[in-house]
């Protein structure tokens, strides 16, 4: 169906894996204006700086997702690597006809980002399903409360979002340094 969107939106809850912490201490994010994206998969197929701006724009000025009230949080820089393995689930979802955070072979987002090199403290996931475009689906993402919450998850410092077909993930990611 054209324009029909379908959302995962489980957070943090033992059944669901799309947010997960290695350790409690995450480094607080200042505010600050959003950095070019200088670090990209070729093989996706977004206008990154348009999601960026989106995303940073909502962050910056703070929302509310369903009851709950978020604060405005700083901004978040795009990282190649989470774009990668957003683009290679998107795919994986595509060719093998599942919309899930965990896949057939039962890896979840952070054994995903772990395979690829990115070394996280923190991570989250928002998957969506649709024909639309980058507005579109941070706007669904958005109406979604659990989505929201991730989005506006002040732990997170960088994002990376892949789109294959009419699968879209979102992966967002603190590394240890």
Known sequence: MTGF???VALI??????????????NTPITPGDTAPVTD???ENKVDRTALLRLVNGLRSRGCTCGDTKM????????NGTLEKAAWLHSKDMNDQQYFDHIAPNGSNPGQRLDALGYRWTTYGENIATG??????VILGWLSSPKHCQ????ASFHELGIGKYEKYWTMELGTTSK
């Open 12 to 25: 943090c809850l033992p059944l669901s894996v799309i947010c997960c912490t290695k350790d409690a201490t």
């Open 131 to 136: 024909t639309f475009d980058e507005q579109n």
């Open 40 to 42: 990209s998969f070729p």
């Open 71 to 78: 604060p405005p949080v700083g901004p978040l820089t795009w």
């Open 5 to 7: 969107l379908r959302f």
């Open 150 to 153: 991730n989005m506006m998850g």
